[in-house]
Nanobody, 128 residues
Framework: QLQLVESGGGSVQAGGSLKLSCVVSRFIYSGDCMGWFRQAPGKEREGVAAITNSGGHIIYADSVKGRFTISQDSAKKMVYLQMNNLKPDDTGMYYC?????????????????????WGQGTQVTVSS
């Protein structure tokens, strides 16, 4: 069973930065779609960013374009999400996930329904 463990969350003021990390229990293959998702209280889980094909294909939700950067280090079995210029609306539990596909939903982010392996999440809180 594939396992994913997130870290790096915390509390920051608006305009600040955080870098989330996700360690994967096995080698990340070129066909894996690795994604970051978030869920705020009372809201549905939404896709933030995804990367596949060893970094050759990357997608971002419109709401984070230009502020967030997803990357991966396949040899180290790590996936990262660099978050800059954070806003209060970015607050939520952030999850790392693995899927076999990287479909895009309205809004530009990855479709969470196509991801089958999930981490436990790391909390990000942005204050104004």
């Amino acid at each position: 069973q594939l396992q994913l463990v997130e870290s790096g969350g915390g509390s920051v003021q608006a305009g600040g930065s955080l870098k989330l990390s996700c360690v994967v229990s096995r080698f990340i293959y070129s066909g894996d779609c690795m994604g970051w998702f978030r869920q705020a209280p009372g809201k549905e889980r939404e896709g933030v960013a995804a990367i596949t094909n060893s970094g050759g294909h990357i997608i971002y939700a419109d709401s984070v374009k230009g502020r967030f950067t997803i990357s991966q280090d396949s040899a180290k079995k790590m996936v990262y999400l660099q978050m800059n210029n954070l806003k209060p609306d970015d607050t939520g539990m952030y999850y790392c996930a693995r899927g076999a596909l990287c479909p895009v939903v309205a809004g530009g982010g990855p479709d969470p329904s196509t991801f089958g392996n999930w981490g436990q999440g790391t909390q990000v809180t942005v204050s104004s």
